[in-house]
């Protein structure tokens, strides 16, 4: 890979998920990979998993990583061409990113949407300046539409758990597991980038029957959702489901807002009842009984701090094949 900015750039999903859980398997098989390497990475949001999970990766492959924090450490960046910059903008991207490109082998970046204007978010002209102008290959922890590390290993955990509960069924080819995009109610408008990501990922991969549901006026864009069944039924999209995946999402028609914020729409164990003993997923963080109850979050049905330590691994897998593409994990 040359970059890592959406499932567009893995050529073999199932490929990369093996090289993940190969790096969970033998954290440090790979030291000397990444020797001599320098990783930056920028954060234009602030984050946690994200940021711990990619240093920690890139620390097992034996990179130096230097975390940037643009908005309190450096100039505020300037990303439109032709811009005339007498405004609070300081540094055009054009002038820091192939600086950057000199400075590191790898790029990380985090961005975020304004939640404002829904052309200008995706648009993710931000992102695609610094592929334009660093030189070097891009890894996104982020952006105004997508969450690809996210997805990764979202998928992971989910190739993990199916093949713990039920190799045989893993096995057969012809398999598809039940998964289930929920919405979940919460108390301000959040992007669409981790729900747009995980069905974007999900149908690529086509390997699950796989359901979105959610209150009328929060549909995902077409170009994300294409390929999975949509409903607005909540207790029939859960039916015989074996993953749940619990993300909030703001409107995307009317751009950034909450229109229904209904509590009915939390995931509870009586749902659950309807699922097949389904595993429940959230990306994190999560507000505890508005979008996910306790009795879901601390139950024996949550993969949440599974999946959230599956970062790592995913985050390892990509970098490894950047630094050393289809080498053996």
Same mark, same amino acid.
């Given at each position: 890979?040359?970059?890592?900015?959406?499932?567009?750039?893995?050529?073999?999903?199932?490929?990369?998920?093996?090289?993940?859980?190969?790096?969970?398997?033998?954290?440090?098989?790979?030291?000397?990979?990444?020797?001599?390497?320098?990783?930056?990475?920028? @954060?234009?949001?602030? #984050?946690?998993?994200?940021? *711990?999970?990619?240093?920690?990766? &890139?620390?097992?492959? /034996?990179?130096? $990583?230097?975390? @940037?924090?643009?908005? #309190?450490?450096?100039?505020? *960046?300037?990303?439109?061409?032709? &811009?005339?910059?007498? /405004?609070?903008? $300081?540094?055009?991207?054009?002038?820091?990113?192939?600086?950057?490109?000199?400075?590191?082998?790898?790029? &990380?970046?985090?961005?975020?949407?304004?939640?404002?204007?829904?052309?200008?978010?995706?648009?993710?002209?931000?992102?695609?300046?610094?592929?334009?102008?660093?030189?070097?290959?891009?890894?996104?922890?982020?952006?105004?539409?997508?969450?690809?590390?996210?997805?990764?290993?979202?998928?992971?955990?989910?190739?993990?758990?199916?093949?713990?509960?039920?190799?045989?069924?893993?096995?057969?080819?012809?398999?598809?597991?039940?998964?289930?995009?929920?919405?979940?109610?919460?108390?301000?408008?959040?992007?669409?980038?981790?729900?747009?990501?995980?069905?974007?990922?999900?149908?690529?991969?086509?390997?699950?029957?796989?359901?979105?549901?959610?209150?009328?006026?929060?549909?995902?864009?077409?170009?994300?959702?294409?390929?999975?069944?949509?409903?607005?039924?909540?207790?029939?999209?859960?039916?015989?489901?074996?993953?749940?995946?619990?993300?909030?999402?703001?409107?995307?028609?009317?751009?950034?807002?909450?229109?229904?914020?209904?509590?009915?729409?939390?995931?509870?164990?009586?749902?659950?009842?309807?699922?097949?003993?389904?595993?429940?997923?959230?990306?994190?963080?999560?507000?505890?009984?508005?979008?996910?109850?306790?009795?879901?979050?601390?139950?024996?049905?949550?993969?949440?701090?599974?999946?959230?330590?599956?970062?790592?691994?995913?985050?390892?897998?990509?970098?490894?094949?950047?630094?050393?593409?289809?080498?053996?994990?």
């Amino acid at each position: 890979m040359k970059q890592f900015i959406s499932v567009h750039d893995v050529p073999d999903i199932d490929a990369l998920v093996r090289k993940a859980l190969a790096c969970k398997s033998d954290p440090l098989k790979n030291k000397s990979l990444g020797a001599n390497k320098r990783i930056g990475c920028l @954060f234009l949001n602030p #984050s946690m998993r994200t940021r *711990l999970s990619t240093q920690i990766a &890139a620390q097992n492959l /034996g990179m130096d $990583v230097i975390i @940037f924090n643009v908005g #309190s450490e450096g100039w505020a *960046l300037e990303f439109e061409e032709e &811009a005339i910059m007498s /405004g609070s903008t $300081v540094e055009h991207v054009k002038d820091a990113a192939p600086i950057m490109g000199k400075y590191f082998d790898i790029l &990380a970046i985090r961005t975020f949407p304004s939640l404002k204007n829904r052309d200008d978010d995706y648009s993710e002209l931000f992102i695609k300046q610094f592929v334009k102008y660093a030189g070097i290959p891009v890894v996104s922890l982020e952006s105004a539409t997508l969450h690809p590390l996210q997805s990764l290993t979202d998928v992971l955990t989910i190739t993990e758990e199916t093949n713990k509960s039920n190799p045989d069924s893993y096995r057969d080819q012809n398999h598809k597991s039940k998964i289930v995009l929920t919405w979940a109610p919460h108390v301000k408008p959040l992007p669409q980038c981790v729900a747009n990501s995980f069905a974007q990922w999900i149908n690529t991969w086509d390997k699950a029957n796989f359901v979105i549901t959610h209150p009328e006026d929060y549909e995902l864009g077409k170009e994300f959702t294409k390929g999975a069944t949509v409903t607005m039924d909540q207790d029939e999209a859960l039916k015989d489901a074996d993953f749940v995946y619990v993300k909030n999402w703001s409107t995307y028609t009317d751009y950034g807002k909450i229109y229904c914020n209904d509590p009915e729409w939390m995931l509870t164990n009586e749902k659950l009842k309807l699922t097949n003993n389904a595993k429940v997923m959230h990306c994190l963080p999560v507000r505890r009984n508005v979008e996910l109850s306790d009795e879901i979050l601390d139950g024996p049905n949550s993969l949440v701090t599974q999946q959230a330590a599956n970062r790592v691994w995913a985050a390892q897998a990509v970098l490894s094949e950047i630094l050393a593409p289809s080498s053996e994990e």
